[in-house]
């Protein structure tokens, strides 16, 4: 019978500290307080878990200094906790090389059954000159076994299988996909050309890059044949697959999500990948020159987002750049609401009392900053379309600086007046529009938040029943409208 031992893994590094020790892992850490003793014990403890003892051995033996009990108790808990130890057998005939070992037994959760996996697998590398040599020279290196296979366009592709890891690289820039086990033509072309066009990838790969990304390659399907945890997992938001980008100057890899699969259900995570600066259909929102008081104001390509918080100026600024026949939002309420907002837009109903908004602190607080701190010679004009559906207009004699319709006329103004504050903030000239159809992000809308305190944080929990009366009036009528995959995937829709 293959004996059993428990190893500290190679990769595990101690620091002694001023009160015990700091314990590095592959991806961990921890740091011990308990006395100096602490790092005596591991300097004794050590040297056996390097080379292996069985689990019923690293019992403390009986008549064991109750300290030293202690010490050597705590050290392998946080051993075990922090994934530091490994139980295994000897690795027997086929044993890889010693940097491969060393690798395995520092990442997998059973390293022996790891390496049986890669020596069973046969890997496919089909490509071009020196990224194709790069992912064979890779895989060699690991030991595996390697065939070449003609390639059809410029990518990059390792396969073991049914698994699949595209990759491409040119001149300045390169990447590779997540892996997939659903194949190559029916699940990645589509992506394939979308990040290659993305990034801009032309021309032939410098030997450095093509090195990177084909042994990166490598490294993706090594990973998954293996079971060990993908090179990205740890960088992951759990939400959409990451893949590599790399740029030769200067040299640097990094992770970013792609838009693929199922929306989050918190729109806010979609919204960095939607806007992720290497990847992303939509310009990262920057603040830059822009004036962040008394609005907060982003600019997404050309497009200006507005909002009371920086994280709502950068949603705005978003889709605002996002172009479409129908109006669109980070989630089906918002879409629908802006949509149901933009069809009542021309209604007409009773004037409403002044007294509705004008005794509002938040309202009044945006109309004297768009009238008084911007000196904008304004009026509103507020009417009750329907109970429970107010429509604000501000403009200047000349045209219509902002529209709203919300539940209250306080609302509506505050919304509306928000709005033409941002345009006249950044300089910007046209008809503006806000609406409280919008998500808050968690954090911006805490229990204790009053509406006096931290605006809008109330509005969005009258959107569904504001919803329901507009679309009550005479003539609103809307449809859903198709999207990309990829807009989809980051939970947008659209209304017309």
Request: charged share 20%; hydrophobic share 45%; with cysteine.
């Amino acid at each position: 019978m293959t004996r059993v031992l428990v190893r500290l893994r190679p990769v595990v590094q101690a620091t002694q500290t001023s009160d015990g020790l700091h314990l590095r892992g592959w991806a961990s850490s921890c740091t011990l307080s308990g006395g100096s003793g602490l790092w005596k014990v591991w300097q004794r403890l050590a040297p056996q878990l390097e080379s292996g003892l069985p689990r019923a051995s690293l019992e403390v033996p009986e008549g064991t200094a109750p300290a030293v009990r202690a010490a050597v108790t705590l050290i392998l808990e946080q051993l075990w906790e922090h994934d530091m130890l490994v139980e295994m057998p000897s690795w027997g005939a086929d044993v890889p090389a010693p940097e491969v070992a060393a690798w395995l037994e520092s990442a997998a959760a059973e390293p022996v059954e790891a390496w049986r996996r890669l020596r069973g697998a046969v890997v496919v590398v089909a490509g071009h000159g020196a990224l194709e040599d790069a992912a064979v020279r890779a895989a060699e290196a690991v030991g595996l076994a390697v065939e070449r296979s003609k390639a059809g366009d410029r990518e990059l592709v390792v396969s073991a299988g049914d698994l699949v890891v595209v990759a491409g690289c040119g001149t300045d820039v390169g990447y590779v996909l997540p892996p997939t086990a659903e194949g190559f033509l029916s699940v990645n072309t589509e992506v394939t050309m979308r990040t290659a066009a993305r990034l801009g990838v032309t021309g032939e790969p410098p030997e450095v890059l093509a090195a990177l990304i084909g042994s990166s390659a490598v490294h993706r399907v090594v990973c998954a044949l293996a079971g060990l945890p993908d090179p990205a997992s740890e960088l992951a938001t759990g939400t959409y697959p990451m893949a590599l980008v790399a740029h030769a100057d200067p040299l640097s890899a990094t992770y970013h999500p792609l838009l693929q699969g199922a929306p989050p259900s918190d729109p806010w995570r979609a919204l960095e990948a939607l806007t992720d600066h290497e990847l992303g259909p939509v310009d990262t929102p920057v603040f830059g020159p822009l004036p962040q008081v008394p609005a907060n104001l982003a600019t997404s390509g050309d497009a200006l987002g507005i909002g009371t918080t920086a994280d709502s100026a950068r949603l705005n600024a978003a889709l605002n750049a996002l172009k479409s026949d129908g109006v669109i939002g980070i989630d089906e309420t918002h879409a629908r609401g802006a949509a149901l907002r933009l069809a009542a837009r021309h209604h007409r109903g009773e004037p409403a009392d002044a007294h509705e908004w004008t005794s509002d602190p938040t309202a009044h607080r945006w109309w004297k900053a768009l009238t008084s701190r911007f000196g904008i010679p304004a009026v509103v004009r507020t009417e009750r379309l329907a109970p429970g559906i107010h429509k604000a207009e501000i403009s200047n004699g000349q045209r219509v600086l902002a529209w709203a319709v919300e539940a209250t006329a306080a609302d509506a103004v505050a919304f509306a007046a928000l709005a033409a504050t941002g345009y006249a903030q950044a300089g910007r000239t046209g008809t503006a529009h806000l609406n409280g159809a919008a998500p808050l992000k968690p954090a911006d809308h805490p229990d204790w938040v009053t509406r006096q305190w931290h605006w809008p944080a109330d509005v969005r929990d009258r959107e569904e029943r504001l919803q329901q009366a507009i679309a009550m009036l005479p003539g609103v009528r809307i449809r859903a409208l198709r999207l990309d995959p990829e807009l989809r995937a980051a939970g947008l829709r659209a209304y017309r």
